[in-house]
Structure formats: C-alpha cells, structure tokens
C-alpha cells in the first residue's frame, strides 16, 4: 500500500499491491550525440556543454497483482484501472517511498495471468510499463490552509515551452523566452505538489516567490538545471526550502543566486567556491554557514550580502581575502570579525555594512580607500575612531550609532570632512553607544552647516 495514481491508493480503489518496480530510481539516460570520433585524432570529443546534455524518457514498470473476494469485483477493478489508464491527459503516479510525483502516461502492458482462487481470494498477476515524458523536474509542496497566490518566473535560451502542473488539477504552459511570470491561486484549502517540467535544461533564469503560504521543497532537483545563471527563491517566514547549497556545486554558469529567508536551507560558503562566474549572492535569513575566505576565488563577485532583520547568520572569518570586485558588502548579523583595515583592498565599494558585527577599527580604513563609497553602516559594531583627512562626496547614508568613537577630536573632523566636502541630502547619525559629543554640541559649527546648509540630516549625541 502507499502506491499512488492520480492520489487514489492503487489497492484501495482498484485492488492492487505492487510487488517491485524498475526504472524509477535509475540515472537518467542521455539522448543524441554524446561524442564524436575523429579519423585523424586519439581519443573521441566528448559532448559535454550545457546545450549538449538532453535526457530520454524514463520508463517506469510496476510489477503487480490485483486480487479481489469475487469475480465481479475483480472485473471491476480490471475494468476501472484500464479506463484510467487510457483516459487522456497524463496522471500523477507516487511511489510508496518517495516524495517526488512522476507525470505518466501507459506506455503498454503485458497480459493479465488469468487469476486463480486462493481460499476466498481471485488473484490475476501483470506487469504495465508507464512512461515519463519529462523525467527531468523540479518540485515543491504548498500547504494552503488559507489559499493564496504563488508565483514562478522563468526565462530560457529559446522559445521552447515550460509546463506548471500546480497539483490541483490545473497547469499552465507557456514560453519563457524573456522572463515570463507564471502564478496561481488555490480556490481550495488543502496540500498540493508543484511540478516543473519541459526544457528545463534550457533555463537560464528561475525565481519562486511565496509570501504568504508554507511553501517547502528540496534543493538538490535544482541543482541539475546547468544552464541555469540566475536563481532565486524567496518568501514570506515559511518558505520551508530545505537541503544543501552543495547540490548546486557543479552549476558553473550560475551568476546570480538570491535566497531571502529560505529559512531551511543549510550549507557551508565553501559549496559556492567553485562557482566563478558568481556576480551577485544573497543569502538572508538562511541557514548557510561558512567562512568568509570562500569568497577568494569569485573574483567577479559583486554583492555580497547576508541582509535580512533580526537573523544572527554564522558567517565567520574576516574581510582580509575578500574579492576586490566587490560593490556591495552587506554582513548584518554575521559572526565576522576583524577590523575595518581588513577591507583596505575593497576600493570599489559603494555599499559597506557591517551593523550589528563585532567589526573594529578606524572609519578611514573605508573612506580614505572605498572614494566612491554611498552607504556606510556600522550601527551597533565595534567601530571606535575617525583619523582620516577627507571624506567621499558620494556618501548619502552614514552611520556610526552605537559605537564606539569616544574621542571628540574624532568626532569633530569626522564632521568637519563632512562638511568640507560638503556632502549633500546625506543622512549622518554619529549617536548612540559611546560616541563623542561633538565639540558645542547642537552648536558644532560643521553640525550646524550640514544640517542647514547642505540638506543633511545629521544627528548627534548631545
């Protein structure tokens, strides 16, 4: 029992216990040109790009008995599972130990052995073949206890169609040449099993989003997509998307991954460090884990960023083998530390967080390095001076509340630099923790000029 096909249990309505099955653990088998052998070369070439790796059908035979208490029953049972079998449309069919749905369809089937009497029991004996047509899939569970709307977005290197079956009957299937939004909303409460499938192994682009329903899922089928560049899955607190980032190691066009608060999903940085072709990752509010020194390799890496309120990450290490093609370095709540003049190399920064961290040391480390920089947070770390000369004029959100720069000459040039930029339409707050009081206070001559001179709002400990 725990045999299903189109959610009805197999010996329930029709009688029937499956004794084995073949085909549905197996390694997929690749279709078409795998190699070539050339005349005048050792060896063969292998087919072995992205655009080259295409998957044949999956066969999938159940070994099976039906039994029944008398013959007209048995007939039935006959009767109904072969009208099902050859009704349109393909069905969903569920292995006892698996989560996983396979869409089929009947390929064939041999004979039924003419059934005999076993005490009180008619048993007839066969073996049906269904087939898979898109083995290759990606899944996820949706429990919509109230209904709600959930959305897909996909985009693929040609105009090839994806399929959605939403597991409540209904599907949607459309091209995705150009990111194409794909959304459904239950009518009814209940649990339902999403499935992607078709030409999956053509995008290049996949996002999942679920604020408002308990979404849940494993990674691993995603990380068989290897033409996949951008991915991204996010939602509300209960986007349950559980597994190891590991199962995406081997995906090396990947350039893009965002995980906002897929709160399940576990795994160490060090998984990613292969990935060169990285630009841009976020991983807020996950259970990611590692240390800051995989990111050495990803020399083209962007944005790096932990963001996500109230979510101590435990990302560890120091800036000091940071790539220096980083932008944007937002380490909220992680476990880094170190000083600011471990980030001395990052000088194309425009975006430097590090509130909330036990990061020390001199605001100059930044300033005097990162010229370009825009936002500088270091609310609630353990930053504790300011001995620069000169301030970046692209700065419009600077923050240093609650920490610790307890010298008010420190305090004083940093508004002094400030001032002599002048910086414009900045938001600048020195308050908070052991921060100086600048000298005169409210009357600070460069406090007074940024706040009515230049537009900024500047707030002070007083």
Known sequence: MGYEIDGDDLYTTYGIRIERTRGIYDMLERKGTTEYEW?????????????????????????????????????????????????????????ARLDDIHYVYFRDGAPVIPPKWSTDKLVGRFTIKLREPYPQTVQFETDQSTPAELKMKFSAISSNTILVYWGDGSSTEKAAVTETEFAHT??????????????????TFFEFSAD??????????????????????????TLGITGDIASLKHMSTLTNLKFY???????????????????????????ITGDLSSLTKLTSLATFSTAFENATMAITG????????????????????????DAVLLVNLTSFIIEQTAITGDIKDITDNATGIITF???????????????????????????????????????????DVPLTNAIINLTGGTNAIPTGGVLNANYVSLNDDHGCTVTINT
């Open 212 to 237: 408002w329903t308990t979404v849940s899922g494993d990674i691993r089928t995603i990380g068989k997509l290897n033409s996949l560049k951008e991915l991204e899955l996010y939602g509300g607190d």
């Open 39 to 95: 005349d005048d070369k050792d060896g063969s070439q292998p087919f072995t790009d992205a655009d080259d790796i295409r998957f044949k059908a999956r066969d999938i035979t159940l070994v099976c008995y039906m039994q029944a208490s008398t013959k007209a029953t048995f007939l039935q049972y006959k009767d109904n599972f072969e009208n099902m079998l050859n009704s349109s449309g393909l069905h969903t069919f569920k292995h």
């Open 377 to 419: 947070n270091a609310k609630d770390s353990g930053v504790n001076a300011y001995t620069g000369t000169t301030m970046p004029a692209t700065i419009k959100a600077f923050s240093i509340e609650g920490c610790a720069v307890s010298t008010v000459a420190h305090i004083d040039n940093l508004l002094e630099d400030m001032d």
């Open 318 to 341: 120091s800036m000091t083998s940071l790539p220096v093609s980083l932008i944007i370095l937002d380490l909220l709540y992680t476990q880094v530390t170190g000083t600011l003049a």
């Open 261 to 287: 608060k897929a709160t399940s999903l576990g795994g160490n940085l060090s998984s990613l460090s292969e990935l060169t072709n990285l630009v841009y990752i976020a991983i807020g509010r996950s259970l």
């Open 186 to 203: 239950y009518t009814v409460a209940g649990t339902y099993q999403i499935v992607v499938m078709k030409n999956l192994h053509e995008l």
